[in-house]
């Protein structure tokens, strides 16, 4: 009997994993992304990672896995020699391929532009380096890097760091034979040095990079799998059914769901940040209102994703497979987590065709880098077209999923 039990036990078993296999099988959309997601990630993070070669700086070339960064020079001192170490730096920036140079007229425009994010650091040559390489003192530069990602900025320090040292061993090879009493002997041996000048005060701590990423993330997948688990819940149950049959206007259904994801996401994006500033230290130096206008943004550009992708997908384990496909590789190829400056060409487009990479780059620029809305209008504009684009699309393939 208890081997007889044992066998129908394993007969029921199998039977009704055989049926829950059949009707994953039927769920061609399940299917699919069910299929496509091990393949995305994979290819993603292979990408993601490259491996980075060994190679000899004085050779002309440099181990990276950055390419030709935005930076700017601002030539203070104006003289004779300065101009030689602007044009050294350019070219050993080109050579290496570590750096596109651009010159500047003055360190507010150069500024201004690394806010908008148009540059990633900024190189200064302060009035008084050239009387003080002239005079055997040690003669500094200043570097600002772009605070809003602590781990682009260490690596743009090293590798401006290692260019101005060669340039240094250049100018050192040329006076050692005009050696003088009394000159200094770190004026010899490094007669330039390099300083690290901060954009904004005490801002360049990692969590001031990670915390505004993640409250974009937050509201990003909030609102999808949020959307995406009420309205495949109240489907399956049939209490959508008896909604849209009610005497109640369908953009009001779609306006319920969005005001309350947006309730949802909003709040616990502010609890981030909240937790942020008490225990890790970060510090909000922009505007808060600019803050809640880009987060509302970022909703609506991706609520009409989320009901897009659930009227299609009609059963909630669907939907949400659908999203986990979308979520995941966006997570990393937005900018949130990693510097999107390390991934190839191709990802880094992808990356920036989607509103995540948006919302992170307004939030992280409005906290770290105190930006006006001047500053950050592309990114919202983009945001603003998604929401149109998405939600004109989602309106009516919502209302017609829930008639059929």
């Known amino acids: 009997m208890i081997r007889t039990g044992a066998r129908r036990a394993i007969y029921v078993t199998m039977v009704m994993a055989h049926k829950d296999l059949l009707d994953f099988w039927k769920a061609k959309m399940l299917v699919v992304s069910f299929t496509l997601f ?36 601002v030539d203070e001192d104006g003289s004779r020699i300065s101009e030689g170490i602007a044009d050294q730096f350019a070219q050993l920036s080109s050579t290496t391929g570590l750096f596109s140079v651009r010159s500047f007229a003055s360190l507010e425009v150069a500024k201004d532009k690394m806010t908008e994010g148009k540059l990633k650091g900024v190189l200064v040559i302060p009035r008084g380096f050239s009387e003080a ?13 772009d605070d809003t990602n602590p781990q682009l900025a260490s690596s743009i320090i090293g590798q401006v760091s290692s260019l101005i040292r060669i340039i240094s061993e250049g100018v050192a090879a040329s006076r050692i034979s005009d050696i003088a009493a009394g000159a200094d002997p770190e004026a010899l041996l490094e007669p330039i040095s390099l300083e690290r000048e901060p954009f904004v005060k005490g801002s360049a ?36 059914d008896g909604i849209m049959s009610s005497p109640v206007p369908r953009y009001a259904v779609i306006a319920s769901k969005l005001l309350a994801q947006t309730a949802r996401g909003m709040l616990q994006s502010f609890i981030i940040l909240a937790i942020s500033m008490l225990f890790f230290g970060v510090r909000v130096y922009g505007n808060p209102l600019l803050m809640v206008l880009t987060m509302f943004l970022a909703v609506l550009s991706f609520s009409g994703i989320g009901i897009i992708i659930t009227s299609i997908a009609g059963e909630q384990e669907t939907a949400m497979t659908s999203l986990m496909l979308i979520n995941m590789p966006m997570t990393f190829l937005s900018n949130v987590v990693f510097p999107i400056e390390q991934l190839p060409w191709f990802l880094q487009a992808i990356g920036k065709s989607l509103p995540l990479y948006y919302s992170a780059d307004a939030l992280r620029k409005i906290i770290v880098l ?20 998405t939600l004109s699309a989602a309106i009516p393939i919502f209302v017609r999923s829930v008639s059929r």
Request: proline share 6%.
């Open 38 to 73: 091990p393949i995305v990630m994979m290819a993603m993070f292979g990408y993601m990672f490259p491996s980075i070669t060994s190679t000899n700086l004085y050779a002309g070339k440099f181990p990276s896995q950055y390419g030709r960064l935005p930076i700017g020079i």
């Open 370 to 389: 105190n930006a006006q809305m001047h500053h950050i209008a592309p990114d919202l504009i983009v945001l603003v077209l998604y929401s149109l684009a």
């Open 205 to 240: 701590t990692t969590f001031q990079f990670l915390a505004p990423g993640f409250m974009a993330l937050t509201v990003t997948m909030g609102t999808l799998s949020g959307l995406a688990a009420s309205i495949s819940r109240e489907r399956e149950q049939g209490t959508l």
């Open 133 to 145: 390489l002239s005079s055997n003192r040690q003669a500094t530069l200043i570097l600002i890097a």
